[in-house]
């Protein structure tokens, strides 16, 4: 079973007395660790940063209600590892197949940047994620920073696997493959663009299916 923190998780005292303050000025969104969202028996999993303010922190969903998982949700929808139409509500019916969503860090941080420390406090939680999910083979990482957090949550060094966009890296039985951010800032700068962001969850499907071998960048 895939541990999931607990809506008061006193792990990291900046992130508790954010998360406490926003509880009293919002005290209709979620404002918890935020869980995540997919089957158990998911070959993929996907690992972003952090909760949205706006987003999954008020929604309780991952990459639900900002503009992050208006392009990640579009994304799955079209290459099928989702089913049923994204409305930016949790109770919009949507469901993943074959896909599993999570962060690195479970709780909203201050300008949307953890510390060092509170990445490594919420690691157990990814590492959990990565163990235990039974039929796992692929991990898209939106970002360098979920990117070096999975790594280290392996126990691998980072010299050896370096992040670039479209980059697949053999980690022991599961493959790594690298995205930018799917943020309004890396698509509005053209860092990201929407057949970027396509290409490397069509080689995650090439990857899946085991026909031949994905191709690379």
Known sequence: MVEEPSRDCPRCPRLAAFRAEHRAAYPDWHN????????????????????????????GRPFTGDYAGDL????????GFAQGHYRADPGDGLFLKECRITNAVRCLPPQNKPTGKEITECRPF???????????????????????????????????????????????????????????YNTQTGR????????????????LAGDRPPSMP
Do not use: W
Not at 44 to 53: E, K, N, Q, S, T
């Open 32 to 59: 918890a660790p935020v869980s995540s969202f997919g089957p158990i028996d998911a070959p993929l999993l996907i690992v972003g940063l952090a909760p949205g303010m706006r987003g999954a922190n008020r929604t």
């Open 72 to 79: 990640l949700y579009s994304t799955l929808l079209d290459l």
């Open 192 to 207: 990201l663009t929407g057949p970027m962001f396509r290409q490397v969850f069509e080689q995650v499907r090439e990857l």
């Open 126 to 184: 990814l590492l959990g994620e990565l163990t235990c999910l039974p039929n796992l083979k692929a991990v898209v990482v939106l970002g360098r920073i979920a990117h070096e957090s999975v790594l280290r949550a392996l126990g691998e060094r980072q010299v050896q696997f370096p992040f670039s966009h479209g980059a697949m890296h053999p980690v022991g039985r599961l493959t790594l493959l690298d995205s930018y951010h799917c943020s309004r």
